[in-house]
């Protein structure tokens, strides 16, 4: 059901991408964010691959699926994620695929296995709920920051990349950084 509903809700967005710029995209998925936090605050949170029957059709499927997808082509680059889009649609046209076809053929195209990405995404539930203590120190002519950042919730554990944004006096900073 995530393969179906989570597609439909991801690609409507990317359509809006194409049609009316990123800020129409970014719109469409803060939407599908609303969604899955709503769901997740007052009902029963479960795996997106192979939910119990009187869940099958929950939010979780249609927005938490589209938020996995576009996790994924963050991770990936948009253009491996689209050649990879390409071939699963290419290879299981007018035919039946399953989350283990996706899977491989996007390992295949980010040049590593994802099997953690889709484990962790797919049947974990849950999601990172983050805390950060930050430590600055004086550096030569300018400051160290330091960022301790733990993951929380008490479901799965997750593994993904961070951004942080850094704004200071001389403008603003993006690091990345993997958490673990």
Same mark, same amino acid.
């Given at each position: 059901?995530?393969?179906?509903?989570?597609?439909?809700?991801?690609?409507?967005?990317?359509?809006?991408?194409?049609?009316?710029?990123?800020?129409?995209?970014?719109?469409?998925?803060?939407?599908?964010?609303?969604?899955?936090?709503?769901w997740?605050s007052?009902?029963?949170?479960?795996?997106?691959?192979?939910?119990?029957?009187?869940?099958?059709? $929950?939010?979780?499927?249609y927005?938490?699926?589209?938020?996995?997808?576009?996790?994924?082509?963050?991770?990936?680059?948009?253009?491996?994620?689209?050649?990879?889009?390409?071939?699963?649609?290419?290879?299981?046209?007018?035919?039946?695929?399953?989350?283990?076809?996706?899977?491989?053929?996007?390992?295949?195209?980010?040049?590593?296995?994802?099997?953690?990405?889709?484990?962790?995404?797919?049947?974990?539930?849950?999601?990172?709920?983050? $805390?950060?203590?930050?430590?600055f $120190?004086?550096?030569?002519?300018?400051?160290?920051?330091?960022?301790?950042?733990?993951?929380?919730? $008490?479901?799965?554990?997750?593994?993904?990349?961070?951004?942080?944004?850094?704004?200071?006096?001389?403008?603003?900073?993006?690091?990345?950084?993997?958490?673990?």
């Amino acid at each position: 059901i995530w393969l179906n509903e989570g597609f439909a809700t991801f690609y409507e967005a990317v359509w809006q991408e194409d049609f009316y710029g990123p800020a129409a995209f970014d719109a469409r998925m803060r939407h599908a964010q609303v969604q899955v936090f709503g769901w997740l605050s007052g009902r029963e949170d479960h795996p997106l691959l192979d939910p119990p029957p009187p869940l099958l059709f $929950s939010s979780l499927e249609y927005y938490k699926g589209a938020w996995v997808l576009r996790m994924l082509r963050d991770l990936m680059g948009k253009p491996a994620f689209n050649a990879a889009i390409t071939e699963y649609l290419t290879t299981y046209a007018y035919g039946n695929a399953d989350t283990d076809d996706l899977r491989r053929i996007t390992g295949r195209h980010y040049g590593r296995p994802l099997y953690w990405y889709f484990d962790q995404w797919l049947m974990g539930t849950g999601y990172p709920r983050l $805390s950060y203590v930050p430590v600055f $120190s004086p550096s030569g002519d300018g400051w160290t920051a330091q960022i301790a950042v733990q993951q929380t919730q $008490s479901t799965t554990i997750f593994r993904f990349p961070l951004e942080i944004r850094i704004t200071t006096t001389a403008g603003d900073t993006l690091v990345s950084a993997w958490i673990e």
